[in-house]
């Protein structure tokens, strides 16, 4: 399967702020998603990111919160706005083409201060 | 209604033994189905697919029954590598949903 870097890894950031978290995926890949995964949850998903449009978002999630970029096949952004410690949580992105498996960045561990 | 529902866990199981896992989806248009695995800090990993006709990967083995909306991972002769966290994860028109996942601890 393909692979995908993400970055930062992990980050402490003052409330009120804005982090940008990108992946980058070495071959094109027809979806891609983010997750976020609280300490001792699951993965919950945020939003789907289409390629040249505006990410679909799932019930809960708004992009004025978390706007999504995904300017090609290969790569997508995801911005944690505004943020408050119950922001605090890893952010995960994931890719995947057709109903093949989906397979994920290392994530980004988030803690707001 | 959660998309998918799993046992809760932990389970704590010698080495040598035979453990399984159930998880039930709510979606009947739900299309495909896996089993991943998550170590402590880590991404998820696929260990496999489902399929209705039921799948064998060594040790691991996966079976679908949509009638009844149920899957299942049975893990024979347990390792000590085996402890993760186990996600059963549906695909509903091309996303992706994933249970609360199922803490496993081999013991020696």
């Known amino acids: 399967s393909a692979v995908i870097s993400q970055k930062p890894s992990r980050d402490i950031c003052q409330r009120g702020t804005s982090l940008t978290i990108q992946c980058q995926v070495d071959s094109q890949v027809t979806m891609m998603f983010w997750y976020r995964q609280q300490p001792g949850q699951s993965l919950t998903l945020i939003a789907t990111?289409?390629?040249?449009?505006?990410?679909?978002?799932e019930s809960g999630f708004v992009i004025d919160k978390f706007p999504i970029s995904r300017p090609n096949l290969t790569f997508s952004t995801l911005t944690v706005s505004n943020m408050s410690p119950e922001d605090s949580s890893i952010y995960l992105c994931?890719?995947?083409?057709?109903?093949?498996?989906?397979?994920f960045g290392q994530g980004t561990r988030l803690t707001v201060v | 209604r959660k998309e998918v529902e799993q046992d809760p866990g932990p389970f704590n199981v010698p080495e040598g033994a035979t453990v399984a896992f159930n998880c039930t989806y709510s979606?009947?248009?739900?299309?495909?189905f896996f089993w991943y695995r998550q170590d402590c800090r880590k991404e998820p990993k696929l260990l496999m697919s489902?399929?209705?006709s039921g799948n064998e990967d060594g040790r691991f083995t996966a079976q679908l029954n949509r009638a009844s909306q149920y899957i299942s991972l049975l893990i024979r002769d347990s390792k000590l590598s085996d402890s993760a966290t186990y996600l059963c994860?549906?695909?509903?028109?091309?996303?992706?949903?994933f249970g609360s996942g199922t803490k496993l601890n081999v013991k020696p």
């Open positions: 994931s890719g995947r083409s057709s109903e093949t498996e989906a397979f």
């Open positions: 979606n009947s248009a739900s299309q495909s």
């Open positions: 489902v399929y209705s």
């Open positions: 994860v549906v695909s509903v028109f091309n996303k992706f949903y």
């Open positions: 990111a289409n390629q040249g449009s505006e990410a679909t978002y």
